[in-house]
């Protein structure tokens, strides 16, 4: 098809060849005056030209009015594009063959150079070394078709030296009629950053992670060690303990052996003696009978000294659980116990009421009490009637018994060996006894909780008292 | 002898202390007859009428046993024990006489049945009381239990 100009041409050279050929035939037809003819014929040659003139000047106006407009058209894009260009958040560089360019401001920005300096530089330039290589291959390799479109993350050094980390879209456009490099970036070193900061932040927390484990593993072998020598000391404490059982029966036999079969050899002494006195008394002259008093009395000795040894190692072995105890009638049942011997002394025991309840372990106390009566009743000066007061006395949550004599009593020197084993301050002919007494009353005291001790002036007599808790509430 | 007083049966394994009962008895003019058993096989054998106790006439069965408890081949508590498991016989009064105040014992005697329990003197004079206050409440005070031999035989 031809070009409207073309046909425009061709429909004017056809009309113009058709009014010169039909105007000048149609006039000799109709006008037969030559004059007007030819008058009329240059009239139509004016308005042919006038019409053409006309026609031209409309054709041209329009030309010229869509040329303006396309330009104007074409301006406002390019203010678009650059205003768009301009104020994008995101980087643009364009490069021809590796040359920038086209920059826009935000790749400026980012690099740090000048526009100026920037279209003299080569793409890679701006690129961190460690990726130079790779960016330029890709982008030549881009420019001839290979490859598509690609986004990769980039880190570029700035004028300033600085590293800036950028996520870069890159691909190939036609620009300007040739084939160009497009690369658009936007800024992503905060999120590098960041990313970076929770990757150290992880590593230190598996560092932690790892110390914590590695510090729980030592705790946990520390505690194992621990436990081991838990149990190896509770099994050497069960060991113990067996030992110590095994020697409390080792105890216990003794003691049932010693109360079994030590005084049945007494017995036999005793008793058989006596058969001697009664039977032969008349073979026997007063020294023999003298003899056999004796035997008797160290017989009965011995026994006095078995049984008192065995209430004494009884007091280490029971349990003694705590009861509460009306010592009124703990003290009446252990004067009832000296029946014999009060009235063989002619004592005068005096009781001043009331006694308080204390917490003890009554069988105990009323031998407690009985001991120190007998020995109150006892250790007199010859001659002298035995007075003996006995009273009670509450402080705090305690309560004292007194037991105080009219008798010989303790220099202050042998205030505590009294209370041992065996301990003795009189021949045995003076005052009898077997120096298990006062040791009964300690032990026995303090396996109840309470205490015992003496206050006492030689020849002046003794208090002693015996100290336990108090019932609670009495 | 009258044949028709009652048997005390003393089971004792110590020959002192089976001299001095027989004279502590003889002295408290206490004329019941009296059987001694020296270990307490012997005494189940006696209580049971075998063996050479088979003969009633010439063991009868008593009235009271006097019973001690550390005794060859069976404890007293054993023969304690053994008694009260055995019907028939088994209401028959037991005496504990014995050399232990051990409260284990104790206990243990009169939670076997035990209807008494005395600790032998050292003094023979002690002794001798014991065994006339024995006499006086055993075969005279105390009201005696029917004892049916034939099923404790």
């Given at each position: 098809?031809?070009?409207?100009?073309?046909?425009?041409?061709?429909?004017?050279?056809?009309?113009?060849?058709?009014?010169?050929?039909?105007?000048?035939?149609?006039?000799?037809?109709?006008?037969?005056?030559?004059?007007?003819?030819?008058?009329?014929?240059?009239?139509?040659?004016?308005?042919?030209?006038?019409?053409?003139?006309?026609?031209?000047?409309?054709?041209?106006?329009?030309?010229?009015?869509?040329?303006?407009?396309a330009i104007n058209t074409l301006r406002e894009r390019e203010r678009n594009f650059r205003m768009l260009t301009e104020t994008i958040a995101t980087a643009i560089f364009l490069h021809r063959g590796g040359r920038l360019c086209f920059v826009n401001p935000k790749a400026i920005a980012y690099s740090g150079y000048t526009r100026e300096e920037l279209l003299t530089m080569e793409l890679w330039q701006l690129v961190s070394p460690e990726y130079q290589e790779m960016v330029k291959e890709r982008s030549l390799a881009r420019l001839t078709g290979a490859g598509g479109p690609a986004r990769y993350e980039l880190k570029i050094i700035t004028k300033q030296r600085e590293a800036r980390w950028l996520e870069v879209t890159a691909d190939s456009i036609e620009f300007e009629g040739a084939p160009v490099g497009l690369a658009t970036a936007y800024d992503i070193t905060e999120r590098k950053r960041a990313e970076q900061d929770i990757r150290t932040l992880n590593d230190d927390l598996e560092r932690r992670v790892i110390e914590r484990t590695a510090e729980l593993e030592a705790a946990n072998a520390q505690l194992r060690f621990s436990q081991e020598s838990i149990r190896e000391l509770n099994m050497e404490l069960q060991q113990r303990a067996e030992e110590l059982q095994a020697s409390i029966d080792e105890m216990e036999a003794f003691s049932y052996s010693v109360s079994h079969d030590l005084r049945a050899p007494l017995r036999?002494?005793?008793?058989?003696?006596?058969?001697?006195?009664?039977?032969?008394?008349a073979q026997l002259d007063p020294a023999g009978q003298d003899f056999a008093q004796r035997i008797v009395a160290a017989a009965n000795r011995m026994d006095i000294l078995i049984q008192d040894l065995l209430a004494y190692s009884?007091?280490?072995?029971?349990?003694?659980?705590?009861?509460?105890?009306?010592?009124?009638?703990?003290?009446?049942?252990?004067?009832?116990?000296?029946?014999?011997?009060?009235?063989?002394?002619?004592?005068?025991?005096?009781?001043?009421?009331?006694?308080?309840?204390?917490?003890?372990?009554?069988?105990?106390?009323?031998?407690?009490?009985?001991?120190?009566?007998?020995?109150?009743?006892k250790f007199v000066a010859p001659g002298v009637t035995p007075k003996v007061r006995i009273w009670a006395e509450s402080y705090g949550n305690k309560v004292r018994l007194w037991v105080e004599d009219n008798g010989i009593g303790i220099p202050a020197e042998h205030k505590e060996?009294?209370?041992?084993?065996?301990?003795?301050?009189?021949?045995?002919?003076?005052?009898?006894?077997?120096?298990?007494?006062?040791?009964?009353?300690?032990?026995?005291?303090?396996?109840?909780?309470?205490?015992?001790d003496v206050v006492s002036q030689d020849g002046k007599g003794s208090r002693f008292w015996v100290e336990l808790p108090q019932t609670r509430g009495g | 002898m009258n044949v028709t007083l009652s048997t005390l049966l003393l089971v004792e394994d110590d020959p002192n202390d089976v001299m001095l009962f027989r004279r502590a008895k003889d002295k408290s003019n206490l004329a019941n007859p009296l059987q001694v058993v020296d270990d307490g096989e012997a005494a189940l054998a006696y209580l049971s009428g075998q063996g050479i106790y088979a003969d009633r006439s010439l063991y009868p069965f008593p009235a009271l046993m006097l019973l001690d408890?550390?005794?060859?081949?069976?404890?007293?508590?054993?023969?304690?024990?053994?008694?009260?498991?055995?019907?028939?016989?088994?209401?028959?009064p037991v005496v504990v006489l014995t050399s232990s105040k051990e409260s284990v014992d104790v206990g243990r005697a009169y939670d076997l049945g035990a209807n008494s329990y005395l600790v032998k003197p050292v003094a023979f004079d002690i002794l001798l009381e014991m065994v006339k206050a024995l006499g006086l409440y055993w075969f005279i005070l105390n009201e005696k239990p029917d004892i049916h031999l034939s099923q404790g035989e």
């Open positions: 098809m031809t070009s409207p100009p073309l046909r425009i041409a061709l429909f004017y050279l056809l009309l113009s060849a058709l009014s010169i050929v039909l105007s000048d035939r149609l006039l000799q037809q109709l006008v037969i005056d030559p004059h007007l003819a030819a008058r009329l014929e240059i009239l139509g040659e004016f308005t042919f030209v006038l019409v053409s003139a006309l026609v031209l000047f409309l054709l041209l106006r329009r030309e010229h009015a869509a040329a303006q407009h036999a002494i005793q008793g058989f003696t006596q058969a001697l006195q009664e039977d032969y008394a009884q007091l280490s072995r029971s349990e003694l659980s705590p009861k509460p105890v009306n010592l009124s009638k703990t003290v009446a049942e252990a004067t009832s116990q000296l029946q014999a011997q009060i009235s063989e002394h002619q004592a005068i025991i005096s009781v001043i009421e009331p006694l308080p309840d204390v917490f003890g372990h009554r069988p105990t106390l009323v031998q407690v009490i009985t001991n120190l009566l007998s020995n109150a009743i060996r009294i209370f041992r084993v065996f301990e003795r301050l009189h021949g045995i002919e003076t005052y009898p006894g077997t120096g298990i007494g006062l040791a009964i009353v300690r032990k026995g005291m303090e396996r109840m909780g309470g205490s015992a | 408890l550390k005794l060859p081949r069976k404890s007293g508590l054993e023969v304690l024990e053994w008694l009260r498991q055995h019907p028939g016989i088994h209401r028959l």
